[in-house]
């Protein structure tokens, strides 16, 4: 982290605590970053360093992740309000909103319930597809992920990180420490806690009415958006956008930064005054 950025907590609704790392002071257009499943704000770091002379940057860490609150069957489990929650809090005026996977739904249901509270939208390959969604999937895959997760946890960062250029050579070198450090973050028990909601990304798309960007990989490498599904998305979106990044999988700016970089770039240029 770089020293002239600075970090604190805010707390919202049933006393969930969440961490953020900022860039600025508010004396710029705000975006607030939303990461994935697992990760945490500051495998930001490195795209947040390339935006910060432009925009004051949010890194937040979602509900049990990070250092923010862990998970708790008595608290609240809503990571759209808490999104809203944290802009409220931080009297930001309507900031540019990115999020990857699980942050890219997170800001894009927060983009379709409070359209007038964001300037605009980038969804990093988000969670949308037609394959069938039932309640026992979704179960299913959660208790793998709890599975992954616990055996990271057993794993030193470094060996986290030695798999992983193993695994995914063409990964960001810059960011592979985060990553790995977020994993041993990771509050387990959000696996089993994670409400399932069935809510068909049509609908959501449909009511996004803020400038919108897809942006999404290869399928054959793990990418979850099809072209034919960014094209129909870009139909279905008032103000939409759908952006392919080819040698890419599913962590598309991890894998190939500086076309994702660019074209991000050029999208807030048009999109957010500065």
């Keep these: 982290m770089r020293k002239d950025w600075t970090q604190n907590i805010v707390t919202v609704n049933d006393d969930i605590q969440l961490f953020y790392t900022r860039t600025g002071s508010g004396d710029k257009p705000s975006l607030i970053l939303a990461h994935g499943l697992t990760d945490f704000g500051l495998c930001w770091h490195q795209f947040a360093s390339n935006l910060e002379d432009k925009y004051d940057?949010?890194?937040?860490?979602?509900?049990?992740?990070?250092?923010?609150?862990?998970?708790?069957?008595?608290?609240?489990?809503?990571?759209?309000?808490?999104?809203?929650?944290?802009?409220?809090?931080?009297?930001?005026?309507?900031?540019?909103?990115?999020?990857?996977?699980?942050?890219?739904?997170?800001?894009?249901?927060?983009a379709a319930k409070y359209p007038e509270m964001a300037s605009c939208l980038v969804l990093e390959d988000p969670p949308w597809s037609d394959q069938e969604r039932t309640e026992k999937g979704f179960n299913k895959a959660m208790k793998e992920m709890k599975?992954?997760?616990?055996?990271?946890?057993?794993?030193?960062?470094?060996?986290?990180?030695?798999l992983k250029k193993?695994?995914?050579?063409?990964?960001?070198?810059?960011i592979l420490k985060?990553?790995?450090?977020?994993?041993?973050?990771?509050?387990?028990?959000?696996?089993?806690?994670?409400?399932?909601?069935?809510?068909?990304?049509?609908?959501?798309a449909k009511s996004i009415t803020i400038p919108t960007?897809?942006?999404?990989?290869?399928?054959?490498?793990?990418?979850?958006?099809?072209?034919?599904?960014?094209?129909?998305?870009?139909?279905?979106?008032?103000?939409?956008e759908f952006g392919h990044i080819s040698a890419a999988g599913h962590c598309v700016r991890y894998e190939?930064?500086?076309?994702?970089?660019?074209?991000?770039?050029?999208?807030?240029?048009?999109?957010?005054?500065?």
Aim: without cysteine.
């Design 57 to 110: 940057i949010i890194m937040y860490d979602a509900y049990g992740h990070g250092k923010s609150s862990r998970v708790s069957p008595d608290k609240r489990f809503d990571l759209v309000e808490d999104l809203h929650d944290l802009i409220k809090d931080l009297k930001l005026e309507k900031p540019g909103l990115i999020g990857h996977s699980m942050g890219a739904s997170t800001a894009a249901g927060f």
């Design 147 to 162: 599975k992954q997760n616990l055996a990271s946890k057993e794993k030193s960062i470094k060996d986290l990180i030695r």
């Design 166 to 174: 193993k695994e995914s050579p063409n990964w960001e070198e810059a």
């Design 178 to 204: 985060e990553w790995a450090q977020s994993k041993h973050e990771m509050d387990p028990n959000f696996f089993d806690h994670h409400p399932y909601i069935l809510r068909d990304w049509r609908d959501i």
């Design 213 to 240: 960007l897809i942006v999404a990989g290869d399928n054959d490498r793990g990418a979850i958006v099809t072209p034919a599904l960014g094209i129909e998305t870009v139909q279905l979106l008032e103000k939409g």
């Design 256 to 274: 190939q930064y500086q076309p994702y970089l660019k074209m991000l770039e050029l999208f807030l240029k048009r999109n957010i005054p500065t």
